[in-house]
C-alpha cells in the first residue's frame, strides 16, 4: 500500500515548488504548499506545462494516492497490485518529462 502511495505523495512534492518557482500567483491567494493536489494538478495543465493525457493520468494517480485513507481502499473494494505500482511511477516519469520540456511561462 505505501509503495502505490508514494508516487501520488512525489507528485504533489515535485508540483508544490514547480508552481512555487514559476508562477505562484496562478493560485491566486492559495499558498502553494496549502493547495490540494487536485488543484495542483489542473493549475500546471492550465498553465501548459503538463499535457492534458498526463493531466488525465495524474488524476488517477490522485485517486490511488487517497488509498492513504483506510476507508477509502475498503469503499473500493479494490486490490492494488505491483502492475498498478508500475503504471503509478510511468505517471509520475511522464510529469518529469513534461515539466522539463516546458519553460516557465510557457503555456
Given at each position: ?76 473494494a479494490?486490490?492494488?497490485d ?26
Amino acid at each position: 500500500m505505501a509503495a502505490i502511495i508514494m508516487p501520488g505523495s512525489l507528485l504533489e512534492g515535485v508540483l508544490v515548488p514547480v508552481i512555487q518557482e514559476r508562477d505562484r500567483a496562478l493560485l491566486g491567494s492559495t499558498s502553494p504548499d496549502r493547495a490540494t493536489l487536485d488543484v495542483l494538478i489542473k493549475t500546471c495543465h492550465q498553465a501548459g506545462w503538463i499535457g492534458a493525457d498526463i493531466e488525465r493520468f495524474c488524476h488517477e494517480l490522485r485517486r490511488y494516492r487517497n488509498h492513504v485513507h483506510p476507508h477509502r481502499e475498503i469503499q473500493e473494494a479494490h486490490t492494488l497490485d505491483r502492475d498498478t505500482l508500475n503504471v503509478s511511477w510511468q505517471v509520475v516519469s511522464a510529469v518529469l518529462n513534461d515539466l522539463a520540456t516546458t519553460q516557465p511561462g510557457s503555456g
